[in-house]
Structures are given as C-alpha cells and as structure tokens.
C-alpha cells in the first residue's frame, strides 16, 4: 500500500532539502553556496506550508513566512555582504576534498535511515518519513563545519543544520509550539549577525577568515 | 560539653575575622588573632578532658540541605584525645605566635597569617570530631587546602613554591585515596554517617575489605608521611612559618594517624587478616630507619626536625601495627598495649616535636637562618631557648626521665610480647621491628647530639650566631609549657595511662590499666608483671640521686674546688670557630657505615697557592644524599604522567574544526550505539 499522496507530497519537499545539502557540499563558490542556502530555505518554507495545508495546523504558515523572510531574504543578504567586503569569492580552502565530502554524505544519509529505522514505525503523523532526511541534513550541516575552513562557509553550514532542525521538529511533532519557534529564528538572526561580526575580526585579526588560523591562539 | 564545643568554634572563627577588620595596626592585629586562639585551644584542651573522663560519648548534628551531608560531630573518648593533642599544641603554637608574627610584619600580611592559623586550628579539630563522612572529608580538605597556604607564606622564595606545589600534588593524591574508601563504605551502606560505616547492614565482602585498607593506607599514609609516600613532607614542614611547623609536624600529621584507627578499628571493626597489621608494621619499621637516616643528613634545623616526623610516625606505626597483629590472633589485652602504646607516643610526639619546631624557629628569628653550620655557640646568648630545645630533644631521643622514653619503651614492650603469638613468622617479625626501633634509637640520639650540639655549643661560626639574643617572652612562655608538659608526660604515666585505656577500650573490649600500672600506680608493666615493668618517677628520682652522688663524690675527694675562668686549653693556639666540628663531619662516620643507603656523592675541590702545590688556598668540600625515592620511584612516575599528557595534547589542537570533529564524530557514535 502506497501512503497518502499528503504524505508522498511532504517527503518529496524534504527530498528536495537534501538535494540541496549535497548541493551545497559540492558547490566551490561562495556566493552559490548562499544561494543554494537561500533555495533550501525557499523549500523548507513550501515542506511547512504542505504540512499545513494538509493538517490545518495554522502556526506552522507563520513559521513558513518567516522561513521566507529570514532565512531566504534577510540572511543571505547578509551573507552577501560579508562575502563582498571580505573579498572571497571562492573557497578554496578545504579540509576534505569535493568527492570524498560527497561520498562522506551519502554514508551520513544511511546512518540517518539506520538510526531512525527502529523509531519511523512508531510515528503516525504523515511526515514521518523525513524524520531521517532531518536527521541526514544536521548531519551534514554539523559535517560542512567540519570540513570547510572558510568562516562564511561554516556559518552557511550552522544554518542549514538549523534547516535540518526545523524540518525535523515539523516532521516528528508537526512543528514546535510557536513561541519557541519565533525563538528559534530570532537566535538564527542573531547567530548570523554574530557570525558576520566574527568572520570581520577574523578578517582583520588575520587578513584571512580562515579558522585554522584560531590554532594559532592557543598557548 | 556541646556549649564548650561553641565556644571553641566561636574562638577561632573569631580569630579568622577580627583581625581583617581591623586598620593596619601589627600589635593589635596579632593580639586578636591569637588572644581567640588561645581561648579556643585552651576550651579545646578541656573539652578533650572531659570527652576523655565521659562514659557515653556525646553527639551532636546540624541538619544540611545538601544530601547525604549532616554537620554532625561526635566526641568519643579517641576524637576526645585527639582534640587534646590538637588543643594543647595548638595553645602552644598560640602563644609563640604573638611574639614570633612580628617576624612576618612587613613581608606577609598579619591578618592573613593569623586567619589562615586559627582556619587551620579549627579545621583539624573539626576532622577529629566530624561523624558524617562528607563533613569529615570538607574539613580535611580545608585542612590541606589551609596548610598549604600557610606552606607558601614565604611564596617570593623559589624553594618555598615548589614545597608547596609538591605538597598540595600529594595531599590532593592523598585525598583522593580516602574519598574511595569512604565511597566503598557508603556502598554497602548507603549513607555517610559514620554510624553507617561502624554497622554496616551485612559486613562487606572480603575484597572490598582489603580494598578499603589499602586506599585508607595510601590515602592517610600520604599525610603522615609514612616512607614511601613522605616526600613531600621534608619540603613542605620547613618552609612554613616555625609556629606552623610545629602543628603540622606535631598535631596535622596525627589527624591520619586518627583516621586509620578510626577506620582499621572502628568502622572494620577490628576484624582483619594477620597481614594487615604486618604491612602496618613493616611500614612502620621502614619509616622509623630511614627517617631518622635521613635527619642525621640534613644541616637544615627544621629539615631534620621534618625527617623526625616520619620517623615518629614510624613508631607510632609500629605500635598501631603490633596492635593490629595481636587482635588478630584474639590477644586482646596485647592489642590494646600496642595500641596504647602507639597512642602514647602519639601525644608525646606532638609535645615535644612542636616544642623543638619552636626552638627552631627561635634560633631562625634570632638569627635569620636554618643552617646548622652558622650556628654555634648559642646557649650563652639564647639559655632559654637552649635549655627547652635539650628537654625536647632529651624527649625525642628517648632518654628517661622525658615522655618520649616512656611511650617508646611502651612500643618495645609490645613487640617484644610476640612470643605468645601462634605465628613462626611473626615471632620473628616483631622481634626484628624492635630491632630496627632500637637502631632508631640509637640514631635519633645521635641526630640530637648533632642538631644540639651544633647549634648551641662551642663558638658562634656566623656573624648572625654571634649577634643572637634571646628571644621575646611569649615565645620562651610556650617552649617552656610544652617543655613541662614532655616532663609531666615522662613521671606521670599513671595520670595519662587510665586515660588512654578509655580511648582503646572500645576497641579491643578489654581494660589493661589495672595490668599496665603496677605498684599503685608508680610503675608502668606490660600485661603481665613478671616480664618487664618500669617506673618513671623512680627512674627519675634514681637519676637525680645519681647525679647528687657523683657531685658529692667530686666534692668529697676532688680536693680543693677553686672554680676559675678560663678558655678551653688549646695547646697555645688561639680557638677559631674554624676548629670546630661541623654537622657534616659530626655525622661522617654513619654517612660511611650507612653508605649503601645514602649513596652519597662528594665533591672536593682544592685550590693551590700558585707558589708552591703544597699549600692550599681554598677547599671546598660537599656533599649530598641521592634522594632514592625521589629519584627511582617518583621521577619515573612523574616523566611517565608528562608523557602521557604530552600525548594528550595532541588532541589539544587548537583547531576548530578539529573540535567540531570531535564533537561530530561522539555525536554519530552515540545515535549508533543508541541504535
């Protein structure tokens, strides 16, 4: 028996998160990578507007829009700005090369399923099979952290984990309560606004936003 | 008796805060931080009395809101002897301070020096009185933590640093120790309260037990300073304040000594394996030798009083030891001797190590240096401090009519008792330990001719030994207290025996003052009379006749007695300082008999007048000891734990992504491990 076409609706958005994820692994420019970022917000804002639709739950529409506002206008603006004065255009620097990233993330998505395996059929909300494609976008969110030196491109990571995040709370429990997610994005918005400030005195303090230079603090 | 106890307390929490309330006034600062420190040793002193005289020991607790944690404290007669040792060394060290801190004015500040010592007083009397196993381990902590301050009070001085980074490493290891036995305790009983670990709900397993000896061992052995886990305590016990010193030495030392009969004989109940009280023994033996060997090396007055410490445990060890033995194979009137013994030399020490520690620094306030070869010559210039420093080392050499005598014959006595063991092995243990007490002896007597000898005999050999002055009256007022007091201990065992017979009664279920004191009380027996007894008063009273005769003798057909002033007779050379013996060649032949032991290595450098070889210029000759343990047991340990963390600090990148690795890579184990 196929799930109801909802359901099917709601796993191809998520699906689409993914692509996305992978897309921003891949991709060497910045400025695309903010992009990329932008469409996934742009995704998960029409994943939450599904889920909505389908459960007359009517919060998650505000948290769509805000989706829309914040993390697909306001943010990658800023991104854009800090990517312009600092002068880098393409990231360069990487811990862990394109291919091997890649691959990297396809085990992350099956640890993902694995991991969620033994939870998914105790669900029985229509979302709940993007509770493991949540899983995998955090995973390699917390994985871009890792494997990209440039700040910029760890601050693009850190928010697409948030992105995991917010799809996984709407998959599992149809979203949080709304207070909490209002919450949420404003910490985003800070988060961001910090990270920009950060990468600025990294760009002063070493004429390079490149973290590995924080090694050199030590001692 | 819970009144007394307030007034204790109040007395030294006051002493902590009057003094940094007060305007910089030195007079007035010291006044009030030793004026509440005397009321509270001198409460403390009667509270022991009374807690030692009382048939039920008294309780008391404050509730706390943290868990597990009760203030409660409890005065059986062994806390009560404890806090009486603590209380009579403390109001000693009490007194000295009021003249010996203006030594510190202007270097130190008075008001930290002064809350840091009633802190210190207070929280040793807490340890000793504590009934809840958290309470005891917060005041034993406080205790160390305080000691350690006090250690570092001369931090400017390199040296001193480093003693008190040594010692806080130590008693930290120490500590740690004894918060496992507690935990294996509170296992099986689920609470702290030391009622919990005295009757545990089923007794613990075998292991467990064994357990629980050895960390005791290691954990309160570090602070007495049982060899091999003393070396922190030559470094840290001189580089303290001289006050100081003596209550680490005399009093701080003895709060493990306190614990392990507190755990050994209380909370296991008395129950153990023959080879328990052998290892105890064997250390204790071990401790006692090479402690004293190691004094008998040192030049630095307070350096060797520390070594003594390590030796007096040692015999107070070998007593606990016998005790322990003995109660193992049900002798219980034995047990109770060895422990009593043991006990008994517990006060004594603590008298007449602290008065010989306040001699030292007497010497070190009138002359600015601990350094046995600068001495000399000091008796004519210091005859108090000389006269109370020989009583302190007449005492700890064991020489009769002094305390020390009478518990360390008290120790050979219950060694010597072995024969009733069943044990082949034992018969020859205990005899072969009293062996090594008797070289001790020897030794420690050896030792004291040197360090008072050296020190006040003969000329001065420094410009600082000849402008030396008597030192001021508080100072003299406390070495000459513990001074009588050593002496009273010494002639009135019959005073003190009935006493600790109630600290040990409890323990081993029997009473031995009827068997101990024979002849009404005038002379001290082992338990039974036929084997050896001994009575100080008349030892003392014969000693003195002795001395009578032999003047009289002098008197009677010496001739005529004209008494005339005059230099010591040197063939017509003029007597240098230059000519004398120093502490180096004092000890010279032991260095050579013990040579195996020292491994010592000698420097002599000459240099030669340039006209002919056969003229020296200059020599200059040194030597030191291989400090053994340091060398073979504790440097290895301690390059093995930097190179470990020097693999450790590989991790330590400094990399963010790095750390964010770590951080993802724990993440992906737990969700898998959780699958």
């Not at chain 1, 491109?153 to 996984?168: D, H, R």
């Not at chain 1, 998959?171 to 961001?192: N, R, S, W």
């Not at chain 2, 030195?26 to 022991?48: D, E, F, N, R, Y």
Request: neutral net charge.
């Amino acid at each position: 028996m196929t799930p109801p076409i909802g359901s099917q609706l709601v796993d191809l958005g998520s699906a689409l998160l993914l692509l996305t994820c992978f897309g921003i692994v891949a991709q060497r420019r910045l400025s695309a990578c903010v992009d990329l970022f932008a469409l996934q917000s742009i995704f998960l804002a029409l994943t939450a507007t599904l889920v909505a639709l389908l459960t007359g739950i009517h919060h998650i529409y505000i948290a769509a829009a805000l989706t829309i506002v914040i993390k697909a206008i306001v943010i990658p603006r800023i991104l854009k700005k800090v990517i312009e004065r600092l002068n880098v255009s393409r990231e360069l620097v990487m811990n862990i090369n394109v291919p091997a990233s890649l691959l990297i993330c396809g085990v992350l998505v099956m640890v993902a399923f694995l991991i969620t395996q033994p939870i998914i059929p105790f669900g029985h909300l229509l979302t709940r099979d993007s509770l493991a494609i949540a899983l995998a976008i955090v995973l390699i969110g917390f994985f871009t952290m890792i494997a990209r030196q440039k700040a910029v491109t760890q601050m693009i990571a850190f928010l697409v984990m948030e992105n995991g995040l917010f799809l996984g709370a709407t998959a599992a429990t149809y979203g949080m309560p709304l207070i909490v997610e209002l919450g949420v994005f404003f910490d985003v918005l800070v988060a961001a606004l910090i990270a920009g400030i950060y990468t600025n005195r990294l760009q002063d303090a070493f004429d390079s936003v490149d973290t590995a230079h924080l090694s050199e603090l030590k001692e | 008796m819970l009144n007394l106890l307030w007034i204790l307390l109040g007395g030294y929490v006051a002493g902590i805060l009057l003094p940094l309330c007060l305007p910089r006034q030195p007079k007035a600062q010291i006044i009030t931080t030793t004026a509440p420190a005397i009321v509270s040793t001198s409460t403390g002193v009667v509270l022991g009395l009374l807690g030692l005289t009382s048939s039920d020991p008294i309780t008391g607790s404050l509730a706390s809101t943290i868990p597990l944690l009760t203030f409660a404290i409890r005065i059986d007669p062994l806390a009560a002897f404890f806090v009486l040792t603590i209380s009579l060394a403390g109001l000693a060290a009490s007194i000295y301070a009021i003249g010996y801190m203006r030594h510190f004015d202007g270097h130190t500040s008075l008001p930290v020096l002064g809350a840091l010592f009633n802190g210190f007083l207070c929280s040793m009397t807490v340890v000793v009185l504590a009934d809840n196993g958290i309470f005891f381990l917060i005041a034993w902590e406080l205790m160390s933590l305080l000691s350690y301050f006090l250690v570092v009070t001369e931090h400017e001085n390199a040296e001193v640093r480093y003693a008190g980074l040594f010692y806080l490493i130590m008693t930290q290891v120490g500590t740690a120790f004894i918060i496992l036995t507690f935990l294996i305790f509170f296992q099986e009983g689920g609470s702290f309260a030391f009622d919990a670990f005295r009757h545990p709900e089923q007794l613990l397993p075998e292991n467990m037990r064994t357990i629980a000896f050895l960390m005791a061992l290691i954990g309160f052995g570090t602070k007495a300073g049982i060899v091999p886990l003393h070396v922190w305590l030559p470094y840290a016990h001189p580089a303290a304040p001289s006050h100081i010193s003596a209550l680490m030495s005399g009093v701080m030392i003895k709060t493990a000594i306190y614990a392990l009969i507190r755990v050994y004989f209380d909370f296991l109940g008395g129950q153990f394996p023959w080879w328990w009280g052998f290892v105890v023994l064997v250390i204790g033996a071990v401790s006692a030798l090479l402690g004293v060997m190691y004094a008998l090396m040192e030049h630095d007055l307070k350096g060797l009083l520390a070594y003594h410490s390590v030796e007096n445990i040692g015999i107070i060890l070998l007593g606990i030891g016998a005790g322990m033995i003995f109660q193992t194979y049900g002798l219980k009137e034995f047990a109770a001797l060895g422990l009593l013994a043991g006990l008994y030399h517990t006060i004594n020490h603590a008298m007449f190590k602290a008065l010989l520690f306040l001699g030292a620094g007497s010497l070190l306030y009138a002359t600015h240096t601990r350094n046995m070869e600068e001495y000399g010559g000091l008796l004519r210039r210091m005859p108090w401090t000389g006269a109370c420093f020989l009583i302190g080392a007449v005492s700890i050499a064991a020489l009769p009519p002094t305390n020390g005598f009478v518990s360390e014959w008290l120790v050979f006595q219950s060694l010597f008792l072995s024969f009733h063991i069943p044990d082949t092995f034992l018969k020859l243990i205990l005899p072969l330990a009293a062996a090594m007490l008797a070289l001790t002896g020897a030794l420690a007597l050896a030792c004291f001719a040197k360090a008072f000898g050296i020190s006040f005999l003969a000329l001065p050999r420094s410009t600082y030994a000849r402008h030396a002055r008597e030192v001021p009256i508080p100072m003299r007022v406390a070495m000459a207290f513990l001074a009588t007091v050593c002496i009273a201990l010494g002639l009135g065992p019959m005073v003190v025996v009935p006493l600790l017979d109630r600290v040990v009664a409890p323990f081993t279920g029997v009473s031995i003052e009827g068997q101990v004191l024979a002849l009404d009380g005038w002379a001290l027996a082992t338990v039974n009379v036929e084997f050896a007894s001994l009575s100080p008063p008349i030892l003392a009273l014969l000693l003195g006749a002795l001395s009578v005769l032999g003047l009289g003798i002098v008197a009677a057909f010496g001739g005529l007695m004209r008494k005339r002033y005059y230099k010591t007779w040197g063939c017509g050379i003029n007597l240098t300082p230059r000519m004398e013996y120093t502490a180096t060649g004092f000890v010279q032949p032991i260095k050579r008999v013990f040579s195996s032991i020292y491994q010592p290595t000698v420097k002599l450098e000459t240099e030669f007048l340039h006209e002919s070889q056969y003229f020296a210029k200059r020599r200059r000759f040194e030597f030191h000891v291989e400090p053994v343990f340091q060398k073979y047991l504790y440097d290895p340990v301690l390059a093995l734990v930097t190179a470990l963390a020097g693999r450790l600090r590989v991790i330590q990148a400094g990399s963010l992504h790095l750390y964010l690795a770590y951080i993802f890579v724990t993440l992906i184990v737990l969700l898998l491990f959780s699958v």
